[in-house]
């Protein structure tokens, strides 16, 4: 029986669902916000990884935050940054989420999400999403109090779901997160969520490069 993992923020969830909202105090650098927003809190990420330095997931978010408003020079007050946090708990998921894990729920796949955030903000996510009961369990970072690609959290998710890595398959948009999950021994397949996307020239390559989560049930056959 194969074992998936899914990353959320970015392959089930739709972290541009923050556009909407963030229109409304910055007008047309919504999206760029957005994108430098999501940029920030990844490589936010990385830095405590490296340094050892965990804060937990809503601290990069926060920081992520104020570091773009002060790039873009929108001095968004305080009350308005609170609700931009509340925002990043109920984003919406991608529209191939619900058929793609309904096709695998159908065939016994076991099914975890796999998340650098807070166990409470995946479930959160993942209820007002519709989605929370396809899954398992929730397996986070925040457990082990590292960030992904550390090889330590690939161990973690094994570890938790009592799995073997050469059964076990990443789902992810994230190329750092595909290449992390194989370079540990996983398996992984890449959701390229857009056609202009581009996987990072690495020696790692995905095992399956697919445009929609619906495409994942070949991956049983």
């Known amino acids: 029986m194969k074992t998936f993992a899914f990353d959320v923020y970015g392959t089930l969830i739709n972290t541009a669902g923050v556009t909407a909202a963030l229109k409304t105090h910055v007008g047309d650098k919504a999206p760029l916000f957005t994108q430098r927003w999501r940029d920030k809190q990844l490589e936010y990420s990385f830095r405590r990884g490296l340094m050892k330095n965990y804060g937990g997931f809503p601290q990069c978010i926060r920081n992520s935050l104020d570091y773009v408003c002060a790039e873009l020079k929108e001095d968004l007050p305080e009350e308005i940054r609170l609700s931009l946090m ?34 409470e903000d995946i479930e959160n996510l993942l209820y007002h999403a519709g989605i929370l009961d396809f899954f398992e369990d929730i397996i986070s970072v925040d457990e082990i109090r590292s960030f992904k690609p550390d090889p330590l959290v690939y161990q973690h998710f094994l570890t938790r779901t009592n799995a073997r890595a050469e059964d076990s398959w990443l789902v992810s948009s994230n190329p750092f997160d595909v290449i992390g999950a194989i370079n540990f021994g996983m398996h992984a397949a890449w959701i390229k969520r857009s056609p202009t996307m581009v996987f990072d020239p690495w020696e790692q390559q995905p095992d399956r490069t697919l445009s929609s989560l619906t495409e994942l049930i070949d991956i049983l056959d």
């Open 86 to 119: 509340q925002s990043y708990r109920v984003l919406p998921s991608f529209e191939d989420a619900d058929f793609g894990l309904a096709e695998l729920k159908k065939h016994s796949a076991r099914m975890f999400a796999f998340s650098n955030g807070m166990p």
